[in-house]
Structures are given as structure tokens and as C-alpha cells.
């Protein structure tokens, strides 16, 4: 029997895109032959991923889980919704989290992190996609945490506890009773799912994003063709404006919309008797920024009719 080296387990690898393992096993039962391994590889339907790859990815499920002060939140993209309510998929995923909640958040390095056999979460990734024949993704993924206060976490609509297609998070600091703060953290979350803030508060607002808005509110106001000076009040108030739409501390509290988030964070912490502070959320909705592929229902019909 030849020698099964790494470097021949790596050159397999990377001419079929299949599993560490799998590339071990088809080393050894070939004798440790390249091309007799690729062949069984191909035959066993793992060395498919490689041309899946260049397919768009833009369903599939976010995955959220939190321990204490610390949370996790990721998303792994699928082709389709079919694959997402596969139940070993939804196992991935929530195993994903598990180890995601030991990281720093960098989906580079969950994606080289150990998953099992000894496979890393890529390997493992690669070998599900020539198993399910769907190209996958993991995206991207981040975690919260404080050093005193809660971590929580909201999936809307979930179609398991913690997976679905809208998840967050957000971290609360506070010394307070971690009851009270958990039913504020659940509040604020679902809140986020719903109202989609773009920034914590003002001085997080990214800062080309305001100055784009400044000139255009700057620009519709002198169509108004009032004085400089009342122009400049007017695009201080639709700033204002502006402020409470994106702002999670300055938008109506879903819960209770005649006062603000702020509002609402200040009278739980007159409650508990200590203050509460929101650091920091997260929200992931599946499928941001992913272009989805249209597919054309009619030109498939007549591509197939025109070949027979």
C-alpha cells in the first residue's frame, strides 16, 4: 500500500474540491493514484462542488445563539428554500453558531475553525454541497458581547429556535436583574427585526451616508426659495427627521410607539434601579446585498423545445 501523504491529500483536494476525508479515502482505495481517485470521487458524486460553486447562493437560513453576555449570529446561504428546511442543513447551521460563539466573529477564521472528522466548517461545507447538489455559503457571521449585562436574541418568523431568515442581536450593559434585562433586550430585539435601524445613534451614522442626505435635504430646501437662513433651519429639522427614522435610540418603540427606544431603555432602568445602556445590535435579514438570479420561465421552455 502507498504512502497517503498530506501533499497528495492537498493536490486531490484542490483539483476536485471535495472533503480532506473524502480525498483520504479515495487515496486509499486507489492506491494512492491521482487520477484513479478523481475518477472514484466523481463517482461517488464528491467532486461536483467545484462546478457548483459559480451558482447564486442567496437563500438558506441565519442562525443566532447567545450564552450569557456573549451571542453569535451567522448566515449560510443555499440555492433554495428546499434545502434551507433540510433538517442536516439546520444541524450545520446550528453547529455553525455553536462554534461561532467561541470566536472573535470573523467569518474567515470560523470557516478554517474545527468542525468534525477532522474536517474544518469549509471542508465540511464543500463535502455537503457535493452531498446535497446545491452550491452553499458560509457568509458572514459576528458576535456581541459585554462584560456585565445580557446578550439576546430574536429570530422573526423561525422555523427552529434560533434559524430563520431574520435574526439579531443586542447587548445590554448593566449590573441590573438579568430577568428585567432580558425582557428589554427581547423588546428592543424584536424591534430591530421590525423597524431595520441603520445606526445605534447619531454618532454612528456612517458618515458619507449623512453627508449624501445633507445634500439633498440642502438642495429641496432652496427649491423652497426661502432666505439662507431659514433654509438652514429647515434642514435641521428634516435632519431631525432624518435622525429618528435610522437611529434605534431615536425611533417610536415598536412596543409602545409615543415614546422612543431611549425612552423606553430609561424607564426599565428607573425600574431596576441601576442603569442600562444598549452597546451595541445586530441584524441579519438572509439575502441582503445577494443578487438573486431571475430565471426566465418562457426562454427555458423554448430552449428545451428548440434541442428536441
Not at 26 to 31: G, K, M, T, V
Not at 98 to 111: F, P, Q, S, W
Request: charged letters at 30%.
Amino acid at each position: 500500500m502507498a504512502e497517503i501523504t498530506a501533499a497528495l491529500v492537498k493536490e486531490l483536494r484542490e483539483i476536485t474540491s471535495a472533503g480532506m476525508m473524502d480525498c483520504k479515502k479515495a487515496l486509499n482505495e486507489n492506491d494512492a493514484d491521482i487520477e484513479s481517485s478523481v475518477d472514484w470521487l466523481r463517482s461517488q458524486g464528491l467532486a461536483a462542488a467545484a462546478k457548483k460553486s459559480g451558482r447564486a447562493a442567496s437563500e438558506g437560513l441565519v442562525g443566532v445563539m447567545t450564552s450569557g453576555s456573549k451571542g453569535a449570529i451567522i448566515e449560510l446561504n443555499s440555492e433554495t428554500d428546499f434545502v434551507a428546511r433540510n433538517g442536516a442543513f439546520q444541524e450545520f447551521a446550528e453547529n455553525i453558531c455553536k462554534t461561532a460563539l467561541d470566536g472573535d466573529g470573523d467569518v474567515e477564521t470560523l470557516k478554517k475553525a474545527d468542525y468534525v472528522d477532522g474536517d474544518t466548517i469549509d471542508e465540511q461545507l464543500t463535502h455537503k454541497i457535493a452531498i446535497i447538489g446545491e452550491n452553499m455559503n458560509l457568509r458572514r457571521s459576528s458576535i456581541l458581547e459585554v462584560q456585565d449585562g445580557v446578550v439576546v436574541s430574536y429570530m422573526h418568523n423561525a422555523i427552529k429556535v434560533g434559524l430563520g431568515k431574520i435574526g439579531v442581536l443586542v447587548a445590554l450593559e448593566s449590573s441590573g436583574d438579568e430577568t428585567e434585562l432580558n425582557a428589554l433586550g427581547k423588546q428592543i430585539a424584536m424591534h430591530v427585526a421590525a423597524a431595520n435601524p441603520l445606526a445605534l445613534c447619531r454618532d454612528n451614522v456612517n458618515q458619507s451616508d449623512l453627508e449624501r442626505e445633507k445634500v439633498i435635504l440642502m438642495e429641496q430646501a432652496r427649491d423652497s426659495g426661502k432666505s439662507e437662513e431659514i433654509i438652514e433651519k429647515m434642514v435641521e429639522g428634516r435632519l431631525r427627521k432624518y435622525y429618528s427614522e435610522i437611529c434605534l435610540l431615536e425611533q417610536s418603540f415598536v412596543v409602545d410607539p409615543d415614546i422612543t427606544v431611549q425612552k423606553a431603555v430609561e424607564m426599565v432602568a428607573l425600574k431596576v434601579g441601576v442603569p442600562i445602556k444598549i452597546a451595541d445590535f445586530i441584524r441579519f435579514s438572509l439575502g441582503d446585498g445577494v443578487e438573486k438570479e431571475e430565471e426566465d420561465f418562457a426562454a427555458e421552455v423554448a430552449a428545451v423545445a428548440g434541442g428536441s
